[in-house]
């Protein structure tokens, strides 16, 4: 015993790997060390050490009145398992993680530059937000745009770090719903750096938050000025534009999206049916051909779309085909069978109609509110007849066994 404690102890080496403790006492029920609260116990007998832990832990063993000493500082790679006879105290001691109030003293204190521990800083205020602390989050955030304001001279490393903690706190009200504070740290990030999409981006979500649709679109607009390959952006703009029944504004911001990707189904798909639903009598076949061309690395949407537009040419066969290639390529996707269950609807074959609804209500557990998300999207597609017809006949089908 003495040699294999021996043995751990030199062939541990410098680099630490996560393992729990498990105090086992012969004849007695066996105890874990916790290691979130730093509990101490007493080992009379064997101590087992059991790699199944993300913590990464320090033994120390207390012998009588000796001072705690370290250990071993990881098992050997070569065994998941070590034992080691003790008398006295096994100690666990979780790797230090330091709070959010902590991180943001180092960066007040000069002891720590802002950019190296912003992503910490982020997943710790989104924590204290999780778990309901939003006023905490901004109070220690708003220390450090304070601490950046009040320098005289602010290089550019500054005002892009203030710039960061403004969006943040901003984000984080987002976050939380408090849309209006939301909107002001964004807008002081913004006076901070313009060249920012994303603020821009979080602007316009905050505003559609809170029914400001006009002060969204310029948000966005702003956005495309700045990043124009974000691509998102103009079909988010283009559902705000349509919305609001700007129809000028909407078929524009499509031509812009057009212009840069000549194949975005979705901008295609928009296009073609604000002409077809308009007076202007242009042919749309051409985009629709456009549209078809698109076969391969095709999304759940645009997989979608291109069935759709098959079947506006009243090719049935072929748009089950082909969304039978995709559903095998992604066989978790569920909404295909919605849309098969339409196409053979139209195709007259109800039986195979009913298959394909329950294969659907199977794979989304018969689960309302996950269902009713998915025929929300099938209706955005193929329509709110089509997805009104599938709900009613889904109704009363019962899922089957896969």
Same mark, same amino acid.
């Given at each position: $015993?003495?040699?294999?404690?021996?043995?751990?102890?030199?062939?541990?080496?410098?680099?630490?790997?996560?393992?729990?403790?498990?105090?086992?006492?012969?004849?007695?029920?066996?105890?874990?060390?916790?290691?979130?609260?730093?509990?101490?116990?007493?080992?009379?007998?064997?101590?087992?050490?059991?790699?199944?832990?993300?913590?990464?832990?320090?033994?120390?063993?207390?012998?009588?009145?000796?001072?705690?000493?370290?250990?071993?500082?990881?098992?050997?790679?070569?065994?998941?398992?070590?034992?080691?006879?003790?008398?006295?105290?096994?100690?666990?001691?979780?790797?230090?993680?330091?709070?959010?109030?902590?991180?943001?003293?180092?960066?007040?204190?000069?002891?720590?530059?802002?950019?190296?521990?912003?992503?910490?800083?982020?997943?710790?205020?989104?924590?204290?937000?999780?778990?309901?602390?939003?006023?905490?989050?901004?109070?220690?955030?708003?220390?450090?745009?304070?601490?950046?304001?009040?320098?005289?001279?602010?290089?550019?490393?500054?005002?892009?770090?203030?710039?960061?903690?403004?969006?943040?706190?901003?984000?984080?009200?987002?976050?939380?719903?408090?849309?209006?504070?939301?909107?002001?740290?964004?807008?002081?990030?913004?006076?901070?750096?313009?060249?920012?999409?994303?603020?821009?981006?979080?602007?316009?979500?905050?505003? &559609?938050?809170?029914?400001?649709?006009?002060?969204?679109?310029?948000?966005?607009? &702003?956005?495309?000025?700045?990043?124009?390959?974000? +691509? +998102?952006? +103009?079909?988010?703009?283009?559902?705000? +534009?349509?919305?609001?029944?700007?129809?000028?504004?909407?078929?524009?911001?499509?031509?812009?999206?057009?212009?840069?990707?000549?194949?975005?189904?979705?901008?295609?798909?928009?296009?073609?049916?604000?002409?077809?639903?308009?007076?202007?009598?242009?042919?749309?076949?051409?985009?629709?051909?456009?549209?078809?061309?698109?076969?391969?690395?095709?999304?759940?949407?645009?997989?979608?779309?291109?069935?759709?537009?098959?079947?506006?040419?009243?090719?049935?066969?072929?748009?089950?085909?082909?969304?039978?290639?995709?559903?095998?390529?992604?066989?978790?996707?569920?909404?295909?069978?919605?849309?098969?269950?339409?196409?053979?609807?139209?195709?007259?074959?109800?039986?195979?109609?009913?298959?394909?609804?329950?294969?659907?209500?199977?794979?989304?557990?018969?689960?309302?509110? $996950?269902?009713? $998300?998915?025929?929300?999207?099938?209706?955005?597609?193929?329509?709110?007849?089509?997805?009104?017809?599938?709900?009613?006949?889904?109704?009363?089908?019962?899922?089957?066994?896969?």
């Amino acid at each position: $015993m003495l040699a294999r404690r021996e043995w751990l102890q030199n062939e541990g080496g410098s680099k630490r790997r996560p393992y729990n403790i498990m105090a086992a006492v012969k004849g007695r029920k066996s105890r874990h060390t916790d290691c979130t609260n730093h509990r101490e116990v007493a080992v009379p007998g064997l101590a087992t050490f059991n790699c199944r832990s993300n913590s990464r832990v320090t033994v120390t063993v207390c012998r009588g009145g000796d001072s705690p000493r370290p250990l071993l500082t990881r098992l050997p790679k070569v065994t998941e398992r070590g034992w080691l006879p003790v008398s006295g105290c096994v100690k666990a001691v979780k790797k230090y993680e330091p709070t959010l109030k902590e991180l943001c003293e180092k960066v007040l204190s000069f002891k720590i530059a802002y950019d190296d521990v912003a992503e910490q800083i982020e997943d710790l205020a989104y924590f204290e937000c999780s778990n309901g602390d939003t006023q905490y989050a901004v109070s220690e955030l708003e220390r450090l745009t304070n601490f950046f304001e009040g320098f005289q001279n602010k290089n550019e490393e500054i005002s892009s770090d203030l710039a960061e903690v403004c969006l943040l706190i901003g984000q984080i009200c987002q976050y939380s719903a408090i849309f209006d504070k939301s909107i002001d740290w964004i807008n002081k990030s913004i006076v901070v750096d313009d060249q920012n999409p994303v603020a821009y981006h979080s602007l316009a979500l905050s505003y &559609q938050s809170i029914g400001d649709t006009k002060a969204a679109s310029r948000s966005l607009e &702003q956005e495309i000025i700045v990043a124009p390959g974000n +691509y +998102y952006t +103009y079909l988010l703009l283009a559902d705000i +534009y349509e919305k609001n029944k700007e129809h000028c504004e909407f078929e524009g911001v499509l031509k812009r999206l057009l212009e840069r990707d000549h194949e975005n189904i979705q901008g295609l798909h928009k296009l073609i049916c604000f002409y077809e639903c308009s007076s202007s009598g242009l042919d749309v076949e051409f985009l629709r051909r456009r549209l078809l061309s698109r076969t391969l690395n095709l999304n759940r949407i645009e997989a979608l779309i291109r069935a759709y537009h098959l079947c506006c040419q009243s090719s049935y066969r072929e748009a089950i085909e082909f969304l039978d290639s995709f559903s095998s390529a992604a066989p978790d996707v569920s909404i295909v069978h919605l849309a098969n269950a339409h196409i053979y609807g139209l195709m007259g074959q109800f039986s195979r109609k009913r298959f394909e609804l329950s294969l659907f209500k199977k794979k989304n557990q018969g689960r309302e509110e $996950m269902m009713g $998300m998915k025929l929300n999207e099938f209706a955005s597609i193929f329509g709110s007849e089509a997805a009104q017809n599938i709900r009613q006949r889904l109704s009363v089908v019962h899922p089957v066994s896969l």
